[in-house]
C-alpha cells in the first residue's frame, strides 16, 4: 500500500515510513492511495474470530509491503494480550438498539490504547529492521502521554520524554504516567501550563540539530497507524450485531476526529455503516459544521469531557480530502484560507454529501451529569462523561430500527469526581491499577525553559555512555 499527502507535496511513502513520518512533509496528513475492499463473503468469515486475529486481517492491507502478516498478527496478539477484558472490546446492549463498545480495557483505561499498543511494537519492529532508534517527545495535559509511554515502555530503540505541567494533570493521570517501570521512559514535570510544555516540543523539533542528533518523533493523532489500529473494533462490533447483511450506525465521542474516521474507513471497506453520529460537548465546532456548514475556530472552553476539548479538529483533513475528490491541491488551499481566515469555506455540494454520512450532536455539562445518572438509573450502566455523550447521541440520532454502536472511549474510574456529583459514589479502579497510589512515582522538575528541558533529554539519550 502507498499513501499520499492530503496536501499533495510531500513524497509518497509506504506503511513502514508513514508509521515513523507522522505528519506528512508539506504539513498535509498521509491517505491511503486507495481502500482496501473486503467483500460480504470475507466480512462474514471474520465473524467469531478473537480480537487480535481480526486486527491483523483488517490491518494487513495497510500495511502490505512494509510488514509481513505473520509479525503483524504477532505484534496484535502482543498489543493485546494485557487488556482486561478477554473480549478486548466487549459490546454491552443499554437500550433496545443501542450497543456500547467499550474501547477502555487497555493500560490507561482510554481508547487510545487500542492503536497505541500496537502502534509501540509496530515502531519497535519497524526501528530494528532499519536499525534506527527514535527519541519520542510529546506534550500531554493528561491522557495521551500515558497511553503513549504505556505503549513504548520498554520498547527497544526507542526513548520517550513526555511533559507534563506540574500540578496541573489529575492524580490518576500523573500517576499513570510516573509510575511507570521502564528505563526507556522520563516524565518531566514543568514549572508552567499545558501550552508551556507543547511549546517546548515545537521548539525542540523547530532545533533542527537538536531533532536530527536526537532523531525525534511524535506519535500524535495525525498518524495514519493510529488510524488504522482503530478501524477493526467497528468491524468486530458491526459482525456481532449481524453486518453484514445488516446495517448498522455508528455513535462517537469526537475530539480531533481520528477514532469516527477509523469508523469512516471501515464503510469504505464494506462494512455497511448507514450513519456516522458525531459526538462533542459545548466545543462543538464539527456539530455547528454538520448544522449550518460553520466551521469556525472559537477559544476551547474546558468541560467535563476533557479529551474532547479542541478548537480545530486536525483529522477532519482527511475526510474532507476524500469529499473533494482526493484533489489535494484543493485540500492544501481549503486548508491555507481556514488557517488564515478561522472559517473552513467547504462548498455547499460537499457539505451535503458529508451531511448525507454524518450528523452532529452536542451535550452540555449539565446535560452530561443528567445522562450519567439516566444511564445508570433505567439501564445500570455507568458511563464516563465522554462515553455518555455518544451513548445519548446514538440513542437520540440513530435511524430508527438500526442499532447503534456507541464508541465507550474512557473508563469511568478515570473521573471519580464527575461520576460522584452523578450519582453518588465514586467508582474504584480496576484490578490492575487498584495501587496505582501506592506505586512509587518517578520524575523530574525543570523549569518552562528550552535549555533545560533539552539538557535533560539530551542526558537522557545518553545515560548509559555517563554511566
Ligand atoms: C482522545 C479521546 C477522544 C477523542 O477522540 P478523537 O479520535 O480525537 O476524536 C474521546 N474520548 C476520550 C476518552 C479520548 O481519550
Not at 454529501?353 to 445522562?371: N, P, S, V
Request: charged share 20%; hydrophobic share 45%; with cysteine.
Amino acid at each position: 500500500m502507498r499513501y499520499v499527502s492530503t496536501r499533495g507535496q510531500a513524497p509518497e511513502m509506504d506503511f513502514a515510513g508513514v508509521l515513523l513520518a507522522g505528519l506528512a512533509a508539506d504539513g498535509g496528513l498521509y491517505m491511503p492511495q486507495s481502500w482496501p475492499r473486503f467483500s460480504a463473503g470475507e466480512l462474514k468469515a471474520l465473524r467469531g474470530l478473537p480480537y487480535p486475529e481480526l486486527a491483523a486481517k483488517i490491518i494487513a492491507p495497510f500495511a502490505a509491503g512494509s510488514i509481513e502478516y505473520i509479525d503483524l498478527l504477532a505484534m496484535c496478539r502482543r498489543a493485546y494480550a494485557n487488556f482486561a477484558h478477554k473480549a478486548i472490546v466487549p459490546l454491552v446492549q443499554v437500550d433496545t438498539n443501542l450497543y456500547s463498545l467499550e474501547l477502555f480495557h487497555g493500560p490507561t483505561l482510554a481508547f487510545k490504547d487500542m492503536a497505541l499498543q500496537l502502534v509501540g511494537h509496530l515502531f519497535e519492529h519497524v526501528l530494528a529492521r532499519r536499525g534506527e532508534k527514535v527519541r519520542i517527545v510529546g506534550a500531554t495535559s493528561g491522557d495521551t502521554g500515558s497511553a503513549a509511554i504505556e505503549a513504548v515502555a520498554n520498547r527497544k530503540n526507542i526513548d520517550i520524554t513526555i511533559l507534563h505541567p506540574e500540578g496541573k494533570t489529575s492524580e490518576v493521570q500523573r500517576r499513570q504516567m510516573t509510575t511507570v517501570k521502564a528505563d526507556n521512559v522520563l516524565n518531566i514535570a514543568v514549572a508552567g501550563n499545558f501550552d508551556d510544555c507543547q511549546d517546548l516540543v515545537k521548539a525542540m523539533f523547530a532545533d533542527e540539530p537538536f531533532r536530527a542528533e536526537m532523531n525525534l518523533s511524535a506519535v500524535n493523532s495525525i498518524n495514519f497507524a493510529r488510524i488504522a489500529g482503530q478501524i477493526p473494533y467497528y468491524v468486530y462490533a458491526a459482525l456481532n450485531l449481524g453486518a453484514p447483511e445488516r446495517e448498522v450506525a455508528v455513535a462517537v465521542p469526537t475530539g480531533n476526529f481520528g477514532n469516527i474516521l477509523a469508523a469512516w474507513a471501515a464503510k469504505q471497506m464494506g462494512l455497511p455503516i448507514a450513519k456516522f453520529i458525531v459526538a462533542s460537548n459545548r466545543n462543538d465546532i464539527l456539530t455547528r459544521f454538520l448544522d449550518a456548514n460553520d466551521m469556525s475556530v472559537k477559544t476551547v472552553e474546558p468541560s467535563l469531557s476533557p479529551s474532547m476539548d479542541i478548537g480545530v479538529s486536525s483529522n477532519f483533513e482527511r475526510l474532507l480530502f476524500e469529499f473533494q475528490g482526493c484533489d489535494a491541491a484543493l485540500t492544501a488551499k481549503t486548508m491555507a484560507d481556514f488557517r488564515n481566515s478561522g472559517k473552513m469555506a467547504v462548498e455547499a455540494p460537499v457539505w451535503q454529501a458529508i451531511g448525507h454520512q454524518f450528523k452532529g450532536y452536542r451535550l452540555d455539562d449539565a446535560a452530561t451529569l443528567k445522562e450519567i445518572a439516566r444511564f445508570y438509573a433505567e439501564s445500570q450502566y455507568l458511563a464516563d462523561p465522554h462515553s455518555v455523550i455518544g451513548l445519548a447521541a446514538g440513542r437520540d440520532c440513530a435511524p430508527v430500527g438500526l442499532p447503534v454502536i456507541a464508541a465507550a472511549t474512557a473508563h469511568p474510574a478515570k473521573f471519580p469526581d464527575v461520576i460522584e456529583k452523578a450519582v453518588g459514589s465514586r467508582p474504584p479502579l480496576p484490578p490492575h491499577l487498584s495501587d496505582l497510589y501506592d506505586r512509587k512515582e518517578i520524575f523530574t522538575r525543570a523549569p518552562a525553559d528550552l535549555h533545560a528541558v533539552e539538557t535533560l533529554v539530551w542526558n537522557f539519550a545518553n545515560r548509559n555512555q555517563n554511566a
